[in-house]
């Protein structure tokens, strides 16, 4: 487990350099493959190629096996063998939901009415989605997206259908080949990341340690941020108050529209997977987007909708650099006397 120290400190801030210096380039097919040993067996550790994952990200030609350790998709210890054992068990168990979400398909339909309403939503979320490259060509499809919307929804309890998903699913789509592929990908990330985009589940707890999180390092910003307790009277709101709570689409979509490239989404959801430099990381980024307009807001004196459309107005950012923000934000954080409760979060 982590632990606060100034050796994890110096480690976040050399993070961020090598981030932001391109120290070395991203890891490439060559560079993976001599990650393992003739048998398919890790021959360097986890910790070391999360730790270049984070500082360096990955190639294109790689993300896609990659991803499937890092979510669990495959165990860090199996072998080449296993991995195919494990793909062919994972074709064979999507086939038999696929089946099984058939036959139950028309007692869903009679008996939920929600089963209903998701689909009708699902299909209307995917039809608003753009679905062809500059040149015209055709970069999703749209039909097997949405069946793999529907059995999520039904065979996920945890995770309902929220807004959101169709743009997230969609990506996975995009990096790999097969339906199964895409549709246990999400299913692993969304364990992975401690379901932290779902809103029944995780997005609320973001928001309340991004909450404690400014009023530890940045209590004037929290001030003007939250609401105020005054003598003898109830408690007034704050120019911003409720602002931070209105920023649950950055959790729920996993900050995907604040960036410039498809590229810089998977960029920050692979570091995301690692656990590096902590747990929980999306909150360090949320932070790090909100200093962003920090001093625009103090000086205006922004209420809480101008808050949140300054917010909204942060697009085309480069994933390198916040990453690298974020890891100075975790380094400045565990040099101090952290309460409990963020420790519990973050390490």
Same mark, same amino acid.
């Given at each position: 487990?982590t632990?606060l120290?100034?050796?994890?400190?110096?480690?976040?801030?050399?993070?961020?350099?090598?981030?932001?210096?391109?120290?070395?380039p991203?890891?490439?097919?060559?560079?993976?493959?001599?990650?393992?040993?003739?048998n398919g067996?890790?021959?360097?550790?986890r910790?070391?190629?999360?730790?270049?994952i984070?500082?360096?990200g990955?190639?294109?030609?790689v993300?896609?096996?990659?991803?499937?350790?890092?979510?669990g998709?495959y165990?860090?210890?199996?072998?080449?063998?296993?991995?195919?054992t494990?793909?062919?068990?994972?074709?064979k168990?999507?086939?038999?939901l696929?089946?099984m979400?058939?036959?139950i398909?028309?007692?869903?339909?009679?008996?939920?009415q929600?089963?209903i309403?998701?689909?009708?939503?699902?299909?209307?979320?995917?039809?608003?989605l753009? /679905?062809k490259?500059? &040149?015209?060509?055709? *970069?999703?499809d749209? #039909?097997?997206l949405?069946?793999?919307l529907? +059995?999520?929804?039904?065979?996920n309890t945890?995770?309902?259908y929220q807004?959101?998903?169709h743009?997230?699913?969609?990506?996975?789509?995009?990096?790999?080949?097969h339906?199964?592929?895409?549709?246990?990908?999400?299913q692993f990330f969304?364990?992975?990341?401690?379901?932290?985009?779902?809103?029944?589940?995780?997005v609320g707890k973001?928001l309340?340690?991004?909450?404690?999180?400014?009023?530890?390092?940045d209590?004037?910003?929290?001030?003007?941020l939250t609401s105020?307790?005054?003598?003898?009277?109830?408690?007034?709101?704050g120019?911003?108050?409720g602002?931070?709570?209105?920023?649950?689409?950055?959790?729920?979509?996993?900050?995907q529209?604040a960036?410039?490239?498809?590229d /810089?989404?998977?960029? &920050?959801w692979?570091? *995301?997977?690692?656990? #590096?430099?902590?747990?929980?990381?999306?909150? +360090?980024?949320?932070?790090?987007l909100l200093?962003?307009v920090?001093?625009q807001?103090?000086?205006?004196?922004?209420?809480?909708?101008?808050?949140?459309?300054a917010?909204n107005?942060?697009?085309?950012?480069d994933?390198?650099?916040l990453?690298?923000?974020?890891?100075?934000?975790?380094?400045?954080?565990i040099?101090?006397?952290?309460p409990?409760p963020?420790q519990?979060?973050?390490l």
């Amino acid at each position: 487990m982590t632990t606060l120290s100034p050796e994890n400190s110096i480690s976040a801030r050399r993070s961020a350099s090598f981030i932001l210096v391109k120290r070395k380039p991203p890891i490439d097919k060559t560079e993976w493959d001599g990650f393992f040993d003739e048998n398919g067996h890790l021959a360097k550790s986890r910790d070391f190629i999360c730790v270049n994952i984070l500082e360096r990200g990955l190639h294109p030609l790689v993300r896609t096996e990659a991803w499937k350790f890092l979510t669990g998709y495959y165990s860090w210890q199996s072998s080449q063998d296993e991995r195919l054992t494990v793909d062919s068990t994972r074709r064979k168990n999507y086939k038999a939901l696929c089946q099984m979400y058939e036959k139950i398909q028309p007692l869903l339909e009679n008996l939920h009415q929600n089963f209903i309403e998701t689909r009708n939503n699902i299909a209307h979320d995917i039809q608003k989605l753009y /679905d062809k490259d500059p &040149l015209g060509n055709i *970069l999703i499809d749209k #039909k097997k997206l949405e069946k793999i919307l529907l +059995l999520s929804y039904v065979c996920n309890t945890q995770a309902e259908y929220q807004q959101g998903f169709h743009e997230m699913v969609m990506l996975f789509q995009l990096m790999v080949e097969h339906d199964h592929e895409t549709f246990w990908l999400f299913q692993f990330f969304l364990q992975k990341t401690e379901h932290s985009c779902v809103i029944n589940i995780g997005v609320g707890k973001n928001l309340d340690m991004l909450n404690n999180l400014i009023n530890f390092l940045d209590p004037m910003f929290a001030e003007h941020l939250t609401s105020g307790w005054h003598p003898a009277s109830l408690p007034t709101e704050g120019k911003g108050a409720g602002a931070v709570q209105s920023l649950f689409p950055w959790f729920c979509l996993c900050f995907q529209r604040a960036f410039k490239s498809f590229d /810089d989404v998977w960029r &920050l959801w692979e570091v *995301l997977l690692t656990g #590096k430099p902590c747990r929980n990381f999306q909150v +360090l980024v949320a932070y790090s987007l909100l200093q962003m307009v920090r001093g625009q807001v103090l000086q205006e004196s922004m209420t809480g909708d101008a808050i949140l459309l300054a917010c909204n107005n942060l697009i085309d950012l480069d994933a390198d650099e916040l990453i690298s923000a974020a890891c100075l934000v975790y380094a400045e954080l565990i040099q101090k006397d952290v309460p409990q409760p963020l420790q519990d979060f973050f390490l």
